[in-house]
T-cell receptor, first 117, second 114 residues
């Protein structure tokens, strides 16, 4: 059971470079999310996809784009990286409304640590 | 605007002691309050959750206490163990909502000393 798989685990970029973080889940979950984690800031939602074919902005979407490629895959793209985007990025997925009476239980990947110089 | 406020930022507890982490929320529409546990180098994982129709939920050594009128909830870890050392996040959401997004607190780094 792989769960949620993120690649790469580590990446160093120079300011202005672009890159894509990949995320795949094998749990047949409908919803997928990208969060960033920064010291003292907790987990902040960047973008989410409630279902295949839809994406929406979260709390901190500026500087990012996403693609829900299919039900399994949800990628996060930085078009022109900035030092403020240095962070640990987490992808998560969830299934809603079944065993948990509508509660949203997230399964997270192991994270991708990004450093922008 | 931080919709879920968490304290303390860090906590040191002796083995066998009680760890207490507090959270407060603003949106009275929230009706699902989970706690996530994160070990170093790993993603967060659901630990325990509560709905506002009960005031307390216990699972093993972990207990959530919920005060709806005060809009506060807390995590109690009884008989804390070194293996409990992790970062703990409280969160809140609206069940069944159109977006059903989880809003997280800022996290508490717990260190249990042997």
């Amino acid at each position: 059971n792989a769960g949620v798989t993120q690649t790469p685990k580590f990446q160093v970029l120079k300011t202005g470079q672009s890159m894509t973080l990949q995320c795949a889940q094998d749990m047949n979950h409908n919803s997928m999310y990208w969060y960033r984690q920064d010291p003292g800031m907790g987990l902040r939602l960047i973008y989410y996809s409630a279902s295949e074919g839809t994406t929406d902005k979260g709390e901190v979407p500026n500087g990012y784009n996403v693609s829900r490629l299919n039900k399994r895959e949800f990628s996060l793209r930085l078009e022109s990286a900035a030092p403020s985007q240095t962070s640990v990025y987490f992808c998560a997925s969830s299934v809603q409304g079944f065993e948990n009476s509508g509660a949203n239980v997230l399964t997270f990947g192991a994270g991708s640590r990004l450093t922008v110089l | 605007q931080q919709q879920v406020k968490q304290s303390p930022q860090s906590l040191i507890v002796q083995k066998g002691g009680i760890s207490i982490i507090n959270c407060a929320y603003e949106n009275t529409a929230f009706d699902y309050f989970p706690w996530y546990q994160q070990f170093p180098g790993k993603g967060p994982a659901l630990l325990i959750a509560i709905r506002p129709d009960v005031s307390e939920k216990k699972e093993g050594r972990f207990t959530i206490s919920f005060n709806k009128s005060a809009k506060q909830f807390s995590l109690h870890i009884m008989d804390s163990q070194p293996g409990d050392s992790a970062t703990y996040f409280c969160a809140a959401s609206i069940r069944g909502g159109a977006t059903n997004k989880l809003i997280f607190g800022t996290g508490t780094l717990l260190a249990v000393q042997p």
